[in-house]
């Protein structure tokens, strides 16, 4: 259920439909439907449906006074102004998803093995790195003892 | 409709608001936009605002996710691969945890 879809729904024939959009448009505070809403508030031939317009209108109203647009809510829900709720909302739906859709879980399924691979060449590296880090650790130690060792001569 | 938005539907008629809240985490993690209506109606209704509030939120978030889905371009980046693999690796690890 999209924002086109909502708003042509404001013009479905059934008032409770009209309803039903417009307080799903509240609800999100769907600043791009104002104009929208405020042509139903005017227009609508039913008196309950213009009441929930008024209702609606004024909601997005005051949202859009504070500030806030949908455009730049989505914008920032997506760049990690909530990335770690994201992640965890991904996961219940994944849970939830992969379970009964064999396509997913497939696809999921891939993914991890490629990862695996990515993350077992990087851990093979950074243990060849380790290793060399201690190789030189006790080179510079072996060095130090030689040192000690001919002062003693 | 999905038989699980049914079930949970009916729970937003309970009296316990703790159950009206379970069920609106819930819807929002199934993440389907049937549930919009619903929770909309949450929204304009319910006599407790933390309900109300948390059915907002629950909205939001569909609608957020369903926008971003119909922007999605088809087939995916190494770095989609390499999230959705993290992310599969935490939904195991979250599955087992909670066996």
Known sequence: ?153 | MDSRIVVWARRLQESDANVRAEAIRSLEALGDGAALPILAEVFARDENPVIRELAQWAGKSIYYNLHRRAQVVQGSSEEERRRAAEILEKARAKKLGRR
């Open chain 1, 1 to 153: 259920m999209d924002f086109q879809q909502l708003t042509n729904q404001l013009y479905d024939p059934d008032p409770r439909k009209r309803i039903e959009a417009l307080r799903i448009l509240a609800m999100v505070e769907e600043t791009r439907a104002i104009n929208a809403i405020l042509l139903v508030y005017k227009n609508d031939p039913d008196e309950g449906v213009r009441a929930v317009a008024k209702w609606a209108g004024s909601l997005i109203w005051q949202a859009k006074e504070r500030g806030h647009t949908t455009e730049a809510a989505l914008e920032a829900y997506f760049k990690g102004a909530r990335v770690a709720e994201l992640e965890e909302i991904m996961v219940d739906r994944l849970i939830l998803s992969a379970e009964e859709n064999p396509e997913l879980k497939n696809k999921l399924e891939i993914a991890r093995t490629q990862w695996e691979q990515v993350e077992s060449i990087k851990a093979a590296k950074s243990q060849t790195q380790a290793m060399q880090e201690i190789e030189k650790s006790l080179a510079d130690d072996l060095d130090l003892l030689d040192a000690g060792l001919s002062d003693l001569k």
